[in-house]
């Protein structure tokens, strides 16, 4: 079986310079196309820059943007992942990733989870999406779509993985902090997302594919380092910190079958236990009580967490 | 990495001397950084910073202290030396010493200089030899304290004058320490366009400065605001810099609350001192408020990105 060939757009996009970033996303591209890659994924607001604040609305763009539109119809024989801010219908403002394939766009996946602390004030200026799915794709395999903060949350992979994807695809801008000696490549947060990333696809025996931007946005780099992750937990390639570059990486599908005959951990998970117990959970904490199966019997006090029925 | 103060270092680039010489500085371990990797980012937001504003060329106060020192070793990696102007600005009573470590870090790194004596500027206000200047009579019995601050803001106005003739941007040379505590003049020896370095402790400026060829001489000195004769930092302050970093480190990066900085073995009364240094100087570190009364207020409800489309000049 011919191999797939990922390549990770590991670009420094132009703070609130869209038709600069839009460019750069064209030569990546057609440089992508030129070297056999069948995905080539860009990193989260890849397409507008990461610290937009105001900007952010300046810079939108609806999921049927001609600019958008004509990105996607380079994308014949290919699939791409890129990033944008979306201006929803009811004009809400998300941070999106699109899967473009075969010159259209074909699923869009907006962030889940903003982080507002820290370094972050995303709250304030963007809205959480509230779908989790994987998308079936030209490669002949689900995939899995999510943006940066949303890999922080265990149930994104784990959802995704239970809902067929293979590939799970992150795409971030994830600045880089925490200068340490004892790190890891003496970032802390470098040591982090690897820690991540290399968990989450032997919990999920899925290809973690990883993309995270480099240069820098006012006062924060963004420290690259993106990582194809295989089915095992071993990563089989990891770009250079802070530099630009096309990179590709070859990978084999069999491998997760192999894996996951091997190491049966999908088959093993316990979606209807989890939600059983999530359902109590949550009816503990709002003071609704529920019976054995999750469905709600009563109201009562709001439980503190320290107590069991 | 292992190793207790005196032995950082993960490039090679340990503060060790020749043996039977004392260390070249004290690096509590907390705070060993890969060298690597904060010049990369450093020189990078250099690099960045000057091309999002439409500048090929900055330029930096050197005073013959470390921390001017590295900006300029730094800022010389980024844009390269031909376009950095070093300019030196001594006063009448400045030691000449810290004159001459000046002008080994231009030597060093063959970049433009200029030497702008101030004195006349800082007596043309406070009067010299019991005649008074612009300031009146008042300002011949001046404090060393109004004095230091003069000097910075005269400093700062000198190099906000060359940044026009020079065509660059003022790099600010400050270091995370002193910002902490409050230790600058506040439209003086802060003012710049931007700041690689005010994120490094004065642990960590050594560290770098060591990692990068800062001469030996200038980074095993007493760190001095050499605003008059004999000052030192840490006479003035009380404390020796790798004790107030590594508070100031924990008490704040770390979140660690006055309870568990004594048990870690830091001094109450230094605690306690230290904290009402960074409250009161909290006001330092911030854009001046402005009064909330129009539907969109700059900082408030209008917030752009510094460098954004349109930005550069």
């Known amino acids: ?309 | 990495m292992s190793g207790g103060p005196g032995s950082p270092g993960t490039d090679g680039a340990a503060p060790q001397a020749d043996p039977g010489e004392e260390p070249l500085f004290e690096l509590p371990p907390e705070l060993a950084i890969d060298t690597d990797v904060a010049r990369r980012v450093m020189v990078g937001f250099i690099r960045n910073q000057l091309r999002q504003a439409g500048f090929g060329r900055t330029l930096l106060g050197l005073s013959g202290g470390i921390d001017s020192a590295l900006v300029a070793f730094l800022a010389a990696e980024a844009v390269g030396p031909d376009n950095l102007l070093c300019v030196l600005m001594p006063y009448r009573t400045s030691s000449a010493e810290s004159v001459e470590d000046a002008r080994t870090v231009v030597d060093r790194l063959g970049c433009a200089s200029d030497v702008v004596d101030i004195s006349p500027i800082v007596d043309g206000y406070f009067g010299a030899d019991g005649r008074p200047g612009a300031g009146g009579h008042e300002a011949l019995d001046a404090s060393h304290l109004r004095r230091g601050n003069f000097m910075a803001r005269a400093r700062m106005c000198t190099l906000y004058d060359r940044s026009v003739s020079w065509g660059g941007l003022v790099a600010g040379t400050g270091n995370k320490t002193e910002s902490l505590i409050g230790y600058s003049t506040l439209f003086g020896d802060s003012a710049c366009a931007f700041n690689p370095i005010g994120d490094l402790y004065k642990s960590q400026v050594r560290q770098v400065a060591a990692a990068i060829g800062v001469p030996e001489a200038i980074i095993r000195k007493a760190p001095s605001a050499d605003l008059w004769p004999g000052q030192t930092d840490e006479a003035e302050a009380g404390f020796t810099y790798p004790e107030l970093d590594r508070l100031l480190f924990w008490m704040i990066d770390k979140r660690r609350g006055d309870d568990e900085l004594a048990a870690m073995g830091f001094r109450g009364p230094s605690i306690e001192r230290v904290k009402r240094l960074v409250a009161v100087s909290e006001f330092k570190r911030q854009v001046p408020p402005v009064a909330k009364l129009g539907p969109r207020t700059t900082g408030v409800d209008y917030l752009y990105p510094r460098r954004r489309p349109g930005s550069a000049r």
Request: proline letters at 4%; a negative charge; hydrophobic letters at 45%.
């Open chain 1, 1 to 309: 079986m011919k191999p797939l060939r990922i390549a990770l757009a590991q670009l420094a996009p132009r703070l609130g310079v869209l038709d600069d970033n839009l460019a750069a996303h064209r030569r990546a591209l057609t440089e992508a196309r030129a070297g056999g890659a069948d995905l080539v994924v860009f990193p989260e607001l890849g397409l507008t820059g990461y610290q937009l604040q105001d900007l952010a609305a300046e810079v939108a763009m609806t999921s049927d943007d001609p600019r958008l539109v004509a990105l996607a119809t380079e994308t014949a024989g290919l699939s791409a992942v890129v990033s944008f801010v979306e201006d929803a219908p009811d004009h809400r403002l998300f941070i999106s990733a699109a899967l473009l394939e075969d010159g259209e766009v074909r699923f869009v996946h907006r962030k889940l989870f903003l982080p507002t602390y820290g370094l972050f004030d995303e709250r304030r200026f963007f809205a959480a999406g509230d779908r989790l799915r994987a998308t079936d794709s030209r490669l002949g395999v689900r995939v899995g779509i999510a943006v940066c903060e949303d890999f922080w949350h265990l149930a994104v992979p784990e959802t995704l993985a239970l809902d067929g994807a293979q590939i799970l695809i992150n795409v971030s801008s994830s600045p880089g902090r925490d200068l340490a000696a004892i790190h890891e490549v003496g970032l802390g947060t470098a040591a982090s997302w690897r820690n991540l990333m290399r968990t989450y696809a032997q919990l999920t025996t899925s290809f973690v594919v990883f993309c995270n931007r480099v240069g820098m946005d006012e006062t924060i780099s963004f420290w690259g380092g993106s990582e194809v992750i295989g089915p095992s937990g071993e990563a089989l390639f990891t770009a250079p910190l802070f530099d630009e570059g096309l990179h590709f990486v070859d990978i084999e599908l069999t491998d997760v079958r192999r894996e996951r005959i091997g190491l049966p951990l999908l088959r093993d998970e316990r979606p209807e236990l989890h939600l059983r117990e999530l359902r109590r959970v949550l009816a503990e904490r709002t003071g609704v009580g529920v019976d054995a199966d999750g469905e709600v019997t009563s109201t009562g006090e709001p439980a503190d967490g320290r107590g069991q029925v």
